[in-house]
């Protein structure tokens, strides 16, 4: 409302905290779990245009096998047009891949609460000006396209972790169905995810005011899940165009073509929900971990040495010690001046 046909200026606060967010630049964690030989290191480094893995060896199907889950995290720098992104991936190789996979996710999970059990330390220590916000904003979950749906060991991996982080499922190498098989390769998974009870990450609602074509690009995102995706960082020229694909005898799959795989449907949802990524992170799973954690009363746990609960505990013994104290002299005081006042 403008105060008396004038103008005040407090509009311009959005573009105050555009200015100050673009220069503090923005952080963001994803973490990518599935069995090896699905592309994920591919998709990840087509999502971003960067090579995120240059050292990585390759291993044989016998190292494989005795691979242990290892969690390995990345982080890259990335700016354009003036706005920093602090890119983390936190890729989790020998996931899947052992003959018993019953303990592989106990290690991501451990990883996942360890992130939180950091930010909670430093949001209560000192240092809460300078927190570098490492916890798992977002978690692509690679699901094979040679099954028929989701495999025991999926069901289990996201029902363990839906309550921690936003899941996003991800078909792998969708070049490899016909357009047919993939839908109903997906309908399969979207059932059996609402039959087993997983929360996977849903999209925001749009608000009324909100432009048609941003409306419809939201649904039409809604609609794709789970994303059928097939990543390249090869570049191709076909018929004088350059793109990113993949070459085959009977003729190119082109990684951003929405007609060819749901890439650009990924990284849409991605880059324009990632704030909202954070915010569920922060207020739904942080919260969540935080209320869990601080209920338990400064017992001792295995997550490490120092208890968040202890450590206020033991402030308010201090401070209720110090009020003592304090009263002890007041009374003492009252008393001195009470003799001086009779004499």
Known sequence: MESGGGYVGFANLPN????????????FTLMIVGESGLGKSTLV??????????????????????????????TVEIEERGVKLRLTVVDTPGFGDAIDNSDSFNSILKYIDDQFEHYLRDETGLNRRNIVDNRIHCCFYFISPFGHGLKPLDIEFMKKLHTKVNIVPVIAKADVLTKKEMQRLKDRVM???????IK?????????????DYKEQVRQL????PFAVCGSTSVLEVKGRKLRGRLYPWGVVEVENPEHCDFIKLRTMLITHMQDLQEVTQEVHYENYRSERLARGGKATEKGPIDVADAITDKDRILQEKEAELRR???????????????
């Open 329 to 343: 002299m007041q009374a003492i005081l009252e008393q001195m001046q009470a003799k001086m006042q009779l004499k």
């Open 45 to 74: 480094n087509s999502l971003f245009l960067t090579d995120l893995y240059p050292d990585r060896p390759i291993l044989d199907a016998t190292e494989k096998q005795k691979q242990t889950v290892k969690l390995e995290a990345s």
């Open 222 to 225: 809604k609609e794709a899940v």
């Open 200 to 212: 996977i990450y849903t999209l925001p609602e749009c608000d009324s005011d909100e432009d048609e």
């Open 191 to 197: 059932q059996e995810i609402e039959a087993n009870g």
């Open 16 to 27: 105050q905290v555009h200015r100050k967010s673009v220069k503090r630049g923005f952080e």
